[in-house]
């Protein structure tokens, strides 16, 4: 059980009598069944939301600033076995016959807006971020994304696809990949010989073509 209080502007959450446990929910778990959590509807889309601003004002100082700080698990035991561990975790459960929405349906949406007279060099809507201080280490591969599968043993009647660049509601990209010119992500080479294996890639789901991976000599 927890408690709650307010200290100046911000509204305090600690468990009772000193306790390290602690839970925080929002409408009951149910992962099939309708009515268990708080009920989104017409006049009701979303259940909680944070606004922030800078106040129209410079913020100072070093680091980022943040709407919501952070979602963090600190690991500081050996694990093993077969677990996965997750600072956060957004999930878009679809338990019905979702095929006439003609909208987009993801687990998260990362969103970046230019208002009119934004402007900024170097954004993205979502970032992967790597830190691998001295004294750490990988012993496998490390990646700023990693895609993933539960399962995929139902039918595809389409591509099941790692990337999906889909028609912008307005406009067209101009790339489909910028590569930073000291980014490592890639070398030129003289000559390339016969490619070995191929990337598949699918144009507007129609033909799947290959983008050739090749040794070099």
Known sequence: MLEWYRKGADIIFEDVAGKNYGQLLKGNFNATTAGYGLQVNSNRTWIERGNADDGGKVVSGTGAAYLF??????????QTGNNSFFGGCDRLSIASNCSGVTGIKAAHWGFLEFKSGGHANVAGAVRGDIKLVSGSYAGGIVSCFLAACEDLSGTHS????????????????????????ISGAYAAKSSISTAHYGLPVSVNGGTIYYIPVCEMS
Not at 70 to 76: A, G, I, N, V, Y
């Open 69 to 78: 700080a952070s979602r963090r698990l600190l690991l500081t035991a050996v």
């Open 158 to 181: 389409a591509h099941v696809t790692v990337i999906h660049v889909p028609t912008p509601q307005a406009g067209t990209f101009d790339t489909f990949l910028e590569l930073g010119a």
